[in-house]
Structure formats: C-alpha cells, structure tokens
C-alpha cells in the first residue's frame, strides 16, 4: 500500500504543478497516471508544439514545459504509478480514501486531487465485427512486454509513429511482422521511414499499403484476418497476432462511477477551493467545470494553489496557515536541498 | 454584418443553423462547440492541431474548401468512419465564401 499525503490523479502540467504547491505547504505527493510517462498530453500528443501563453514563457514546447514542471517539482520528491489507470475508490471511516488501479495497485491518503485533463487515455480501437472476442486472445492494443510476440508471427495497423516504431522493434524478435496501412504514406520521424523501408527490402517485414484489415478469424484465438488491398484484391492472412495501433483517446472512464456531479463530461466543483461534491477530493485543471471555467494551463496551476490551501487544512486540524512568498522563505526540499535568495551584504566603510 | 450562416447536423441527426463569426479566427470544430452542439470531451479533443480527429466531419454542401494540409490528410489516413467529403473541422477556418455551408459531425470514436 502506497501512503501519501495527496493522492494525484493524472500527472499533467496541473498535477505537477500541484506537487511543487503542496511540498511548500510540507505536503507529500503521489500521482497515478494511465500514461506510462509523466507529462499527460503535453508529452503524449504534443511534445514538440510551441505554447504561448504560459505567463512568462512567450513561447515554449510543450515537451520543455513538462521537464520544467518536473525539475520544479522534483526536490519534493513525488511518488509516480504510471500506466497504470485509478480504478476504484474506497472512502474509510477514519476520512481517508483508497484508490486501487486497474492492476491492483493500492494508494491510500486523506486528499485526493483529480488532475485527469479529458481522462485517462485509451487506445482507439478499430470498427471490426468481432474483436471483442479475441482481445487478449491475439489482438493487442498496447505492447507491454515485447518478448509475449518472440517468435510469432505479429501484424499491426497503424500509420504513426507507434506502428513504424513497433514493427521496427518487432522486426528482431518476431517469426513475421506484417505492417498494414490505410495509405501509402506514413505519419512518422523520417528516419523510422526510412528504417522501416530498409526493413522492407532486405525482407525482414512485410508492408502491405494501401490496406485495410476487415475480417477477424479464429475459433478461440485469433488465426487469420482478411485485409482488402487497394479496394479490391481481398486476401487472406494467417497470424497469431493483430496489434491496431490507431492513437489513444481520453475517456473519462472509471472516475465517471465514482459519485461525482458531473456536468459536460467534467466533474462539478466549488470555486472556492475546488473541492468537488465529495469532501476531501478536489478535481483541478481540464477535468473540472465551474462557471466561466476555461481549460487553459495557466488556470490549472491557480486552481492546484488554491487547492493546497484546504488540503493542507484538512490534514493539519487547528493550524493556522499563512502564505509564505519562494522571494522570502526560499524553498526547502523533502530530499534535504535548500533553495534561496543571495543576503545582501552589508558593509560599512570606514574612512 | 461579418456572421455567415452554417448548417451543422449533430450526431444524432439533429439540425442547427447558425451564426458564424468570420471576424474571429475561428474554425468549425470551435463553431460547433461554442454552440455547444456536442458534448464536451467528444469534439476536439487535441484542441485543434489535426492531431485527434475527434472533430471530423462530412461536408455535405458544394462549397469549395481549401485543400487539405498533409498533417490532416495523414490524420484522417488513420481516423474511423472515414468517407470521400470527410474533413477535420478544426482545419476549416470560418471565412465569407463559406455563407450557407452545410456539415454533418462525423460518429464519435
């Protein structure tokens, strides 16, 4: 059992900031994220997009952003379950909470911040007759461990960076990869092009382009899968896996049973503290609303502040609190580092 | 006057008309969610970097429209529901030649 002080659900720009918020207030953080790297969709999606309204910042990568908030955050040292997805919620009698994830891992803590932008995020799944039946039973939506494919024969669809990066990897330690794209063209780094080209034409992969995979076949387990090839030419192919790889997209999911008001896909809370309809677990940055929210980076951060002001009431009964300026009182990590301000120094000159 | 007015047929079939500024840089995936048309969390998802395809459409009018940058077209190479007038309304920006323009919101996926 993980024990923290705040439980943070989804580590975004929002939960790291959260972090560094709380670790003034003597607070210890945790974060669970579905995602197997902290950064949410600044990492996923768009590491290399510029953003322009980070005050201070007049431009910055998303990707720089989230290894800023990471080495801001980093001296309060932040607990991390990532790829793993908060599932269920228990609330004890003693007031605190346990939070257990899809692979069973459990956090408990008095304080939870929900952080989780739009969701957690899912992979898309093809519109396919029967491929409920044979998920984990020869298709696959997400590699985890590579060595399940050793020595088997592997087709994926996609045509980003993780179909090319994938059937790059694959390459070496499957009988077959077979790579199945809707175009000719691919949406990836140049070089994982090119490598998969080379791939290609010393006969280490097949690419099959312009192709869609239509049938699923199989008693129990996945066999075959028939794929239509430029319209019109259906073929028939013999495989013992079908890994689709057609990006991820956020779900609100298990959060949505967990009794919140919901409103607009988000989860209602008050604007003072941005507690929600549960006492104790706050919901802060994209997955809120309030009126004249606006999902914005800038107002995630004012509203994980604010946040840690109750939090800190909450688990620190009949202690006053006073807002203490980083100009003033420096920062004093929980790994022993020390950060402040040069003194002035004072000198008289004696003549 | 600076508003056009659009046609937009939501997922369920039902029809909106509405008023389209052409004065604010705004595109059709933002037309459609300031009308609140679909819920949120199902329409533009990625914000509008053609990065999703939460926000495709159909285009059911005639109008000629600008053709596709390759971040679009690569991203509805991978996008479901697919057809011939699909496009990602976060790509088509609100200008006047679009008056009268019709549009259906493709299936969530």
């Known amino acids: 059992m993980i024990k923290t002080d705040i439980l943070i659900i989804g580590a975004g720009p929002t939960g790291l900031f959260a972090v560094f918020e709380a670790g003034l207030l003597k607070m210890k953080c945790h974060l669970i994220d579905a995602l197997a790297q902290p950064g949410g969709q600044c990492a996923e999606i768009y590491p290399k997009k510029p953003i322009y309204d980070i005050p201070g910042f007049p431009e910055i990568l998303a990707g720089e952003l989230v290894d800023n908030l990471m080495s801001q955050c980093k001296q309060f040292e932040p607990g991390f379950t990532l790829g793993e997805r908060a599932d269920k919620l228990e609330k004890l009698d003693d007031g605190s909470f346990i939070v257990t994830t899809n692979k069973g891992t459990k956090h408990k803590s008095k304080?939870?911040?929900?952080a989780g932008g739009l969701g957690s995020f899912e992979p898309r799944k093809p519109i396919l007759e029967n491929l409920q039946k044979y998920e984990d039973n020869g298709v696959d939506y997400m590699i985890k461990d590579p060595q399940k494919f050793k020595d088997k024969s592997v087709i994926i669809a996609g045509g980003g960076d993780s179909a090319l990066d994938w059937t790059i990897f694959l390459a070496d330690i499957c009988k077959s990869v077979t790579l199945i794209h809707r175009r000719n063209e691919f949406r990836g780094a140049l070089d994982s092009v090119d490598k998969v080209i080379e791939l290609k034409d010393k006969n280490k992969v097949n690419v099959i382009t312009p192709a869609e995979v239509?049938?699923?076949?199989?008693?129990k387990k996945l066999e075959k899968i028939t794929i239509r090839i430029n319209q019109d030419n259906v073929k028939e192919i013999s495989t013992d896996f079908f890994i689709p790889l057609f990006g991820l997209s956020p779900k609100l999911?298990?959060?949505s049973e967990w009794g919140f008001d919901i409103e607009k896909n988000a989860i209602k809370v008050?604007?003072?503290d941005y507690q929600t309809n549960i006492p104790g677990i706050f919901a802060i940055g994209d997955i809120n609303t309030y009126k004249g929210k606006l999902k914005l980076i800038l107002c995630g951060f004012h509203e994980a502040t604010l946040m840690c002001q109750s939090a800190y009431k909450i688990l620190n009964p009949g202690?006053?609190?006073?807002?203490?300026?980083?100009?003033?009182?420096?920062?004093?990590?929980f790994d022993g580092s020390k950060k402040e301000a040069e003194k002035s120094v004072v000198k008289s000159i004696n003549s | 006057m600076t508003d056009i007015s659009i046609t937009i047929k939501d997922r369920t079939g039902k029809i909106h008309s509405v008023n389209?500024?052409?004065?604010?840089s705004m595109n059709l995936m933002e037309l459609v969610k300031s009308y609140e048309i679909e819920d949120e969390g199902t329409i533009g998802t990625c914000g509008g970097m053609a990065m999703c395809a939460s926000c495709q459409c159909y285009i059911l009018s005639e109008h000629q429209l600008k053709e596709m940058g390759d971040d679009e077209e690569a991203m509805l190479s991978e996008a479901f529901f697919v057809k011939e007038?699909?496009?990602?309304?976060?790509q088509i920006f609100i200008t006047k030649d679009?008056?009268?323009l019709e549009f259906e919101i493709a299936p969530a996926s």
């Open chain 1, 111 to 114: 304080i939870i911040a929900i």
């Open chain 1, 214 to 219: 239509e049938k699923l076949h199989g008693d």
């Open chain 1, 253 to 255: 999911g298990p959060l």
């Open chain 1, 270 to 272: 008050d604007t003072f």
């Open chain 1, 319 to 333: 202690k006053n609190l006073i807002l203490k300026y980083t100009t003033v009182s420096g920062v004093h990590g």
């Open chain 2, 20 to 24: 389209a500024p052409t004065d604010m």
């Open chain 2, 85 to 90: 007038n699909s496009r990602l309304s976060c």
């Open chain 2, 98 to 100: 679009l008056d009268g």
